[in-house]
Every structure is written in C-alpha cells, then in structure tokens.
C-alpha cells in the first residue's frame, strides 16, 4: 500500500500542472454544425482595480483567520515556507491513499448493482468531500477563510450553473473541503466541467469519474495558450449537463478554460460558454472566487511549489444572475471574480452587479 501511495503521488506531482476545466465560446449547437474546433476568448481581462475593503459577513474553515498581508505573504519565513511545503505534500499523499481506499467500496457496490449509477455518484462527491476536509483539519497547512454572506442557504437551492476562477493545482481540493460552508448545508451537489485528459492520472481520474463529473476533449497547448476544444465532445457534454439538471446536480465551471499561470495579474482571457449553457438551460449563474492558492502551488511551472504565503480565502456570491449576451457575463465575471482573485477583497461595485442581473432573472422568471 505504501508503494501505491508513492507512485500515486508522484503521478501527481508530475501531472500536476494541468487544468480542470474547460468553457466554450458562443454557441455550442453552431459551434458542433460547422466543426470548429478552434475556440478563442472574445476579450482580453484588465488590470485589477484597488478597492478599500467593505463589509463582509465571513465563516472561518476550521476556525482560522487570515491576518496576513500580501507584502508579509511573500516575506515568508524559509522555515515557515518549507514547514508549509512539507503540510501540503503530505496532504496531497495522504489524498492519493484516501480517496482510492474509500471509493472502492462503492464501486463494488455499483459494479454488483446494488446501488444506481445516481447514488454511485452522490456518495462518491460525498466521500471526495469528506477525505478532502478531515484531511486538511487534520493537517492544516493553509490557513483557509470562507466568505459567503450568509444570504444563500436557501431553503430549496435553485439549480445553477457556478462559475470561478482557477488559480492552482489545488484548486478542486479546496472547493471540496469547503463545499458545505461555502455553498450551504442545503446546496445540491455540483457536477464540474474538466478535461479529459486529467483522468490520465489515475487519482483524478478515479475522483472525476466517480463522481460523474463532466469531461471534455482538448488538446495540451499548456497553460497560458489559446485552448483548441474537440467540437465533438460537446454533444455529449450538452446531454451530460441536462441530465445533471434532471438528477439534483448544479454545475461547476471554470470560464479561463486553464490553469491560470499569473493569477495575481488578474484572469486569463474568458471564455463565455458558461453563459451560452445558462441559456440553453435557463439556469442562473452564481459566482464564486479563490485567492491565495497560488501562493501555495502556483500554475506557472517555473514557480511550481515555492510557498510563499499559506493563506486563502474562498468567497461565494450570493444570488442567480442572467445575463443579456455573453459580453455582460465576460464584463461582470472579470469585474467581480478578477478582482477578488487578483486582491482578495470584493470589487466596491460587485453588489450592483450582482442585484441588477438577479432583479433581470426574477423578472424573467415572473413573465
């Protein structure tokens, strides 16, 4: 077992700098007609404006607080780095023992038949959350703050399409240990958008489809380059989403389509697909952001995992928004989400934007 553990990990590490998910741009129905498999960003991002901080309403991942500054982030100690360095192998480690040991009894109860695929799936998100949270309280490298307002515990959660930036390697981890804080403890479970090649590394791999996450075919142009999608693939993706709907699931994408290699710049081109498959489905989009993750194991390879700096912060925006084309989305998902991965504070005029599009959806909704 410990064999397995190793060589796990180290497919990991040497696999590590990979994207998770992908977005598509403009309409996928005319995108699949004429074959086109080249996809490009329809905008460019901008610089991360300064804000003076606003007044949040926060819930702390394992009680821990970030008082850090960027400056004293990238000031860290050599020991405090390597001793950081040393917390967040261990836990990628003890994940790739994790996660295998406890899926294995559901997808022996699922090959016997004694559960459906759709409770496959349920218990496996659950358990890829479960690993993913005890492990990081059990080894707290990062210190994690949540950020959701505490407006959306929704009572019954409206199926939505979530969407966020991606800034690290780790980011999946992360999403999952703090799901049920970030989302609420009522949220449906979340189906995210990935790349099909990921599923090479076989804890990913395993993770991914277990849980029934939603692949798509593009080729490795690295990260930081324009992506080039398999048309083909989307047809399949379009049917995967419906069901997901139909099932109890949201869905999760990243609209940068990659592994963002200088996330403190801002975001990479944004790929508006999020809003073509809101349409399509007419669901709501809901934003959510990461920052700091970088600082831990950063997506250009030259950095890789030089910690400089251990705290993060999760934020989740409350309320659905529609949009009136794809540039609004690309304008508002750059504005909000940009700004918070760039500074890790909230853009000043991100409730406006939010309420505007929310009081457009609810009034579609009442037509």
């Known amino acids: 077992m ?31 007609l004429h074959g086109n498999t080249v996809l490009k960003p329809t905008d460019v991002v901008s610089s991360p404006v300064p804000i003076k901080s606003g007044r949040m309403f926060a819930s702390d991942f394992m009680n821990e607080e970030s008082n850090s500054s960027l400056e004293e982030q990238k000031q860290m100690h050599p020991i405090a780095a390597g001793f950081t360095k040393a917390g967040m192998i261990t836990f990628i480690a ?31 998100l659950r358990l890829g959350q479960f690993c993913s949270r005890w492990l990081m309280r059990i080894i707290p490298f990062a210190k994690v703050k949540v950020i959701n307002d505490g407006l959306h515990h929704d009572e019954q959660p409206e199926p939505s399409i979530w969407v966020c930036n991606h800034t690290s390697m780790l980011d999946i981890f992360f ?9 609420g403890k009522k949220k ?52 995967g989403i419906k069901k997901a709907f139909d099932d109890g699931f949201d869905i999760g994408i990243l609209p940068e389509g990659q592994l963002n290699p200088s996330p403190e710049k801002g975001l990479q081109p944004v790929f508006p697909g999020a809003y073509t498959m809101a349409k399509m489905s007419k669901r709501p989009i809901r934003m959510m952001g990461l920052h700091g993750l970088h600082n831990l194991w950063h ?27 794809s540039e609004e989305f690309v304008d508002a998902f750059k504005s909000i989400v940009g700004h918070f991965g760039a500074k890790g504070e909230d853009h000043p005029e991100w409730e406006n934007w939010i309420k505007n599009h929310k009081a457009e959806f609810e009034a579609t909704l009442e037509f």
């Open 94 to 124: 003890s994940m790739c023992a994790a996660l295998p040991l406890t899926l294995f009894p559901v997808a022996v109860l699922h090959k016997a038949r004694l559960i459906s695929t759709l409770k496959k799936e349920q218990y496996s």
């Open 299 to 325: 997506g250009n390879d030259k950095i890789g995992m030089k910690v400089t700096g251990r705290d993060v912060k999760i934020r989740a925006y409350p309320w659905g928004s529609k949009f009136q084309n």
């Open 188 to 239: 449906r479970p979340i189906k995210i958008v990935y790349w099909k090649d990921l599923e090479k590394n076989p804890i990913t791999g395993m993770l991914f489809k277990m849980c029934g996450f939603l692949p798509v075919e593009m080729e490795d142009n690295g990260n930081g380059n324009s992506n080039q999608y398999k048309a083909s693939s989307f047809k399949s993706l379009l049917k």
């Open 175 to 183: 999403l999952l240990a703090t799901d049920k804080k970030l989302r």
């Open 2 to 32: 410990k064999c397995v553990c190793i060589i796990s990990f180290v497919i990991l590490c040497l696999l590590g700098q990979e994207s998770f998910a992908f977005v598509t741009r403009g309409n996928v129905s005319r995108i699949i």
